[in-house]
Nanobody, 118 residues
Framework: QVQLVESGGGLVQAGGSLRLSCAAS????????MGWYRQAPGKQRDLVAS??????????DSVKGRFTISRINRINNKNTVNLQMNSLKPEDTAVYYC?????????WGQGTQVTVSS
């Protein structure tokens, strides 16, 4: 089992920055990929950014150049994935979820609210 705990959400004005963190503990060896998804009210949950165990990254077009995903592997048997969000826009408002997956494993965090005011 893997536990994912997110932190760092909040309320920010447009143009501001937030940093989300997700700490994965437990059987973290089963996780190859980690990422951030978001879900706005009435919409589906979509990928924002992902990173492999080797450091390869992928971003949705709408956040390229504004968001940066990074990862720290196996420090005290924990993996951490961070999402630095700059130049935030009101359309970035959503609940952000951390996900860790690989092989048969697929884990989600509880979500953290990000609200960007105009």
């Amino acid at each position: 089992q893997v536990q994912l705990v997110e932190s760092g959400g909040g309320l920010v004005q447009a143009g501001g920055s937030l940093r989300l963190s997700c700490a994965a503990s437990g059987s973290v060896f089963s996780i190859n990929n980690m990422g951030w998804y978001r879900q706005a009210p009435g919409k589906q949950r979509d990928l924002v950014a992902s990173i492999t165990s080797g450091g390869s990254t992928n971003y949705v077009d709408s956040v390229k150049g504004r968001f940066t995903i990074s990862r720290i592997n196996r420090i005290n048997n924990k993996n951490t994935v961070n999402l630095q969000m700059n130049s935030l826009k009101p359309e970035d408002t959503a609940v952000y979820y951390c996900r860790g997956w690989g092989g048969w494993s697929d884990y989600w965090g509880q979500g953290t609210q990000v609200t960007v005011s105009s």
